[in-house]
T-cell receptor, first 114, second 113 residues
Framework: AQSVSQHNHHVILSEAASLELGCNYS??????LFWYVQYPGQHLQLLLK????DPLVKGIKGFEAEFIKSKFSFNLRKPSVQWSDTAEYFC????????????WGLGTSLAVNP | GAGVSQTPSNKVTEKGKYVELRCDPI?????LYWYRQSLGQGPEFLIY????????DSGLPNDRFFAVRPEGSVSTLKIQRTERGDSAVYLC???????????FGPGTRLTVL
């Protein structure tokens, strides 16, 4: 079955702490991987994506993620978080091509204390 | 330019009523997606249009749910005989021809009393 698992449902950090949010997927064949973010009161927006090539991808606002095929993982990282990173983070996968529907994780709520 | 817009932003209805939710995609985007998100969950896929036709409707939960996109732009999600379990935020997204990134609207919060 196709699924996405996000390990941490709630994370609380202090500013300047490092962040790593786990994401594992179960999906047969080619995968496209995404991290979306939802800031309070705003709609979902793309943080970064992996389609092919370099498994380390960089996104907006200093975020990066690494695709590890052997571990079926796509963990999100940021070396130093800011209060403005407080948001809900979602990992998602699809097969690309005509397989457009996104399969989503449950999300991780991140709170950064100033 | 303008992003994806959805109307209404909030809809409260009574069990058994019919509702329509509207999505205006980004101009020129050929693909349009509907998802719904229940409290504490990630979005759940409902249906995906490529142009006017439904390319994948495997996520529609039952025959009470139907969606159209008659001119390949605006889409309407229609829910008949609403049930309390239909309460959720209904999200719409669009993507350009050949593009894999989906751009989301603000959602419609549906509450069925």
């Amino acid at each position: 079955a196709q699924s996405v698992s996000q390990h941490n449902h709630h994370v609380i950090l202090s500013e300047a702490a490092s962040l790593e949010l786990g994401c594992n997927y179960s999906y047969g064949g080619t995968v496209n991987l995404f991290w979306y973010v939802q800031y309070p009161g705003q709609h979902l927006q793309l943080l970064l994506k992996y389609f092919s090539g370099d498994p380390l991808v960089k996104g907006i606002k200093g975020f990066e993620a690494e695709f590890i095929k052997s571990k079926f993982s796509f963990n999100l990282r940021k070396p130093s978080v800011q209060w403005s990173d407080t948001a809900e983070y979602f990992c998602a996968v699809n097969g690309g091509g005509n397989n457009r529907k996104l399969i989503w994780g449950l999300g991780t709520s991140l709170a950064v204390n100033p | 330019g303008a992003g994806v817009s959805q109307t209404p932003s909030n809809k409260v209805t009574e069990k058994g009523k019919y509702v329509e939710l509207r999505c205006d995609p980004i101009s020129g985007h050929t693909a349009l997606y509907w998802y719904r998100q229940s409290l504490g969950q990630g979005p759940e896929f409902l249906i995906y249009f490529q142009g006017t036709g439904a390319a994948d409707d495997s996520g529609l939960p039952n025959d009470r749910f139907f969606a159209v996109r008659p001119e390949g732009s605006v889409s309407t999600l229609k829910i008949q005989r609403t049930e309390r379990g239909d309460s959720a935020v209904y999200l719409c997204a669009s993507s350009p021809q050949g593009g894999d990134t989906q751009y989301f609207g603000p959602g419609t919060r549906l509450t069925v009393l």
